[in-house]
């Protein structure tokens, strides 16, 4: 798999069109056709339009077509455009068709507007995104903590996995010598260099190796050779995070767009390695119950389409869910989405919370052997296949019909839908499969005492070995 | 008047111009977004067709070598599990694990090792097993993940060549009984997909999903012997061989080389220390440590030749390893001759005396299994 920082996002060969591009079109027919309208009131020839008309109309086109970022400036371009037209047809035409133009551009310019105010809610648009004020969590360099450790007189030497990090990461610390990075790369002509120690990371390549175009991989050296000290991911880079969980580098910190990873192998870290594996352990199984505000990197919020009734931005969250996958914690991040999983919920935090179930089912599957009823039900409930094993899904569609029970359909119907408390209170007390369930809930709701008593009891008295591995394996992690 | 013949000119010019080289734009960046993504990364030798040949070509030429080849421990470096040697092996058995209290049960059945214990809730199968068993096998439990990539199971049991079941080297400390941790050490995605890679030849990848039917097991010539296509290439058409030889490489460049499998010093992560008992299972890692190597180049065995020692030394890889200790000796006594003014000789033993004894004996690994100390030295407890 290649990988590509920022995939070209052109309108067109780029993948499906979703409402915003759509929207777009639209907006530029309705731009287009108020265009036309103007200049036959005006009496012009429609074949010989001036320069900077066809510029005008041609322009945001263009910059659209090269690449879908500029819808949002481009639709204003034509927005405004119109109210322009609006307001100049007006000016034309006899005062009897004036109203009637009037009201035609001002119904169009009113439509649009209501289209971009939609769009700029994010209720709509998959994956989430809002108009909003202030610093986008993706890029919030205030949530990066992180103390280089060096002598007096030494750099310390990072590298980094995208130009977003490289951005935090020179800003916030001079200290830190980026010894590269994705666009001093390009512009190096080191992108193989670059993508090959990605794919060095990925393919778990540690020890050199050879590689069919005759260079040589393997990330220890390379690493080696640059002195590198620091290495940072950003979260959308999943794989590229769950790959160096898996080597000798930690991460630093849990909530930052960008995560510091340094080498367990480097003492001066030593300490604050274990305290981020103390917080990682937290996190997942401690009496850990998040609020909304923590995701923000100021210490206070304000969203204006909150402030007017709408639902919270779900994209926080959701950052921090795939930080706490990418971990192997889908636990932790289940209880990171808790925060807005009430009412009516953003697609994208659908999503995000059907991949933490599925995360949680495999989970179950390849560390005790079997799924339990529960997840089992609720992976079922969300009705997705995608991405769970092929033997646990044949085993999920014949179990879940035979032990479906009402009251743990109920539970589930409830747990889903965001309400943990009535799933707890509808799940029955006599039933192992329930006990677990109930359980698991109370883990996810922060209730960690309540939940290894339950597990204790579970390991005491249940026959289903099934669930005797996994109330152990639960009963463990908690402290 | 010219003034505004020349602006309407060079108004109209531009208005064909535009849309010209706003369709190009659109031409060239559609063209860049699809090259991008098609563009694919280098790929391990191993994983990749482009440089190699098979083993028949090499066989065409080279019958010398690999006429015997396959007594060699290399042509046996994995096997599938319904293999004679390995139903012998492993079908019927039953391992206690004490340090766990597990049993374990093992099954060949329809080609494939299944794996049952009261510590993991359904059974498990392992189709491939690795190690040639000169020194032992060892079981990879494989399946497809939720990516549909294939992850592994280095399994717990492994059989060794005193002919019993034991605990996988290294797995000493697993004292799990119940869930994943009973049957071993989880391999993600990508570590499967090398531990294949070092057991074979080609190893052929889709998706991260192996692509089990084309892999071809063991250490075929390709595996070490780079650029075997061109080669062939050039020996089809009559022109000289480009073909690296190990005896060109430098003795760390030709160590590094087998290394790659069998370890290297710098990539094992953390200081290595004398009294590490570990090392002894990573050859190429001790050898580099010891003065013998260190000092090679301040050895004359000739009036132009300079001492040279690496694995190939003792080690012919295209057969079995010599078991008379006068083979080797005889490779030490080549430097440590004082009387021809080359390495010094040993104070304490006679020349005709087995070397290996004090300066690379055999050390246990286990109770199933010795490795031969390649750190050439005088061990504390051989002083």
């Not at chain 1, 066809?54 to 970022?69: M, S």
């Not at chain 1, 889908?330 to 994208?348: D, E």
């Not at chain 2, 058995?93 to 299944?114: E, P, R, Y």
């Not at chain 2, 570590?191 to 097991?217: A, W």
Request: aromatic letters at 8%; hydrophobic letters at 35%.
């Amino acid at each position: 798999m290649h990988y590509v920082e920022t995939p070209w996002t052109g309108l067109l060969f780029t993948g499906a069109w979703r409402s915003s591009e759509w929207c777009f079109i639209i907006m530029w027919c309705f731009a287009t056709v108020s265009r036309i309208a103007v200049r036959q009131n005006q009496g012009r020839s429609l074949s010989k339009p001036p320069l900077r008309q066809l510029t005008g109309w041609l322009l945001p086109l263009l910059a659209v077509v090269l690449c879908r970022r500029n819808i949002p400036v481009c639709s204003l371009w034509l927005f405004l455009q119109t109210i322009s037209n609006a307001k100049f047809a007006t000016n034309l035409t006899p005062s009897g068709q004036a109203r009637k133009h009037s009201v035609w551009h001002g119904g169009l310019a009113a439509s649009l507007l209501l289209l971009m105010l939609c769009d700029a809610t994010g209720q709509g648009a998959k994956p989430f995104h809002r108009l909003g004020w202030g610093i986008a969590p993706e890029i919030d360099p205030r949530l990066l903590d992180l103390e280089p450790k060096q002598g007096s007189d030494e750099f310390v030497s990072a590298w980094s996995a995208d130009r977003k990090s490289t951005g935090m990461v020179a800003w916030l610390y001079p200290s830190i010598k980026l010894i590269d990075h994705p666009q001093r790369a390009l512009l190096g002509g080191r992108t193989n260099l670059h993508d090959g120690l990605i794919a060095d990371f990925l393919g778990a390549h540690r020890a050199r190796y050879r590689r069919d175009d005759g260079t040589w991989g393997g990330w220890v050296n390379t690493l080696a050779n640059w002195k590198a000290t620091i290495v940072f991911v950003p979260v959308e880079m999943e794989q590229l995070n769950r790959s160096l969980q898996k080597t000798t580098w930690r991460p630093l910190d849990l909530d930052s767009p960008t995560v510091p990873f340094v080498s367990t192998e480097d003492l001066r870290y030593a300490q604050v390695i274990l305290d981020t594996m103390q917080q990682e352990r937290f996190v997942e199984t401690g009496p850990w119950a998040p609020s909304i505000d923590v995701y923000d990197g100021r210490g206070w919020r304000f969203d204006i389409v909150e402030a007017l009734g709408g639902p919270m931005a779900p994209s926080p969250a959701i950052l921090q869910s795939q930080k706490f996958r990418s971990m192997n914690s889908p636990l932790a991040a289940l209880r990171a989405l808790l925060p807005l999983r009430h009412g009516r919920q953003h697609q994208s935090l659908r999503h995000e919370f059907q991949k933490c179930q599925i995360e949680l089912a495999n989970q179950e599957w390849t560390t005790f052997g079997n799924t339990t009823r529960f997840r089992q039900q609720v992976v079922h409930e969300l009705n997705t296949t995608e991405n769970v094993y092929s033997e646990l899904t044949n085993a999920t569609s014949t179990s879940v019909k035979n032990a479906e029970t009402v009251e743990m359909q109920t539970a589930v119907n409830l747990y889903i839908a965001g309400d943990l408390e009535s799933a707890i209170a509808a799940l029955p007390n006599n039933d192992d499969e329930a006990t677990y369930a109930i359980a698991m809930i109370q883990l996810e709701l922060g209730e960690s005492t309540k939940a290894k008593a339950n597990f204790q009891r579970l390991i005491d008295s249940t026959q289903n070995q099934n669930l005797n591995i996994a109330s152990k394996y639960w009963g463990d992690q908690i402290d | 008047m010219t003034t505004a013949t020349n602006v309407l000119k060079w108004t109209r010019v531009f208005a064909v111009a535009m849309p010209v080289c706003a369709l190009l734009i659109l031409v060239y960046s559609t063209w860049v977004s699809s090259s991008v993504q098609n563009r694919l990364p280098a790929k391990p030798l191993v994983m990749s067709t482009s440089t190699r040949n098979t083993q028949q070509r090499c066989q065409d030429c080279h019958s010398d070598i690999t006429d015997n080849y396959h007594t060699a421990p290399h042509a046996r470096t994995l096997t599938r599990a319904d293999t004679p040697s390995n139903v012998s092996d492993f079908d019927n058995k039953t391992f206690h694990n004490n340090a766990a209290n597990t049993d374990i049960h093992l099954k060949v059945t329809n080609g494939h090792l299944n794996i049952t214990t009261q510590g993991y809730t359904r059974p498990v199968s392992a189709t491939w097993i690795f190690g040639s068993g000169t020194h032992a096998k060892t079981p990879l439990i494989t399946w497809l993940n939720e990516d549909g990539k294939t992850s592994g199971i280095e399994h717990i049991v492994s059989w060794y060549a005193d002919g019993e079941l034991g605990v996988t080297l290294g797995m000493d400390e697993h004292l799990d009984s119940e869930g994943i941790g009973c049957l071993g050490g989880p391999r993600t995605a990508a570590e499967t997909i090398n531990c294949f890679g070092c057991h074979s030849s080609y190893v052929p990848v889709e998706n991260g999903r192996l692509v089990l039917d084309k892999l071809e097991p063991n250490i075929g010539c390709s595996r070490c012997h780079l650029n075997t296509r061109q080669h062939v290439e050039n020996m089809d058409a009559g022109h000289a061989s480009t073909m690296e030889r190990f005896s060109e490489l430098t003795p760390t460049e030709s160590i590094d080389r087998c290394g790659e499998c069998h370890r290297r010093a710098e990539e094992l992560g953390g200081e290595i220390l004398p009294e590490d008992t570990m090392i002894t299972r990573f050859a190429s890692v001790g050898l580099t440590q010891s003065k013998c190597f260190v000092n090679q180049a301040e050895v004359m065995v000739g009036p132009d030749t300079v001492a040279r020692l690496d694995c190939t030394n003792c080690h012919n890889p295209h057969r079995p390893t010599s078991r008379n200790w006068q083979d080797h000796t005889a490779q030490c006594l080549k430097c440590h001759d004082a009387e021809h003014d080359r390495a010094v000789d040993c104070p304490t033993a006679k020349r005709n005396s087995n070397c290996l004894e004090c300066h690379m004996p055999s050390v246990p690994a286990n109770k199933h299994l010795s490795f031969t100390d390649h750190w050439i030295r005088v061990r504390p407890a051989t002083k």
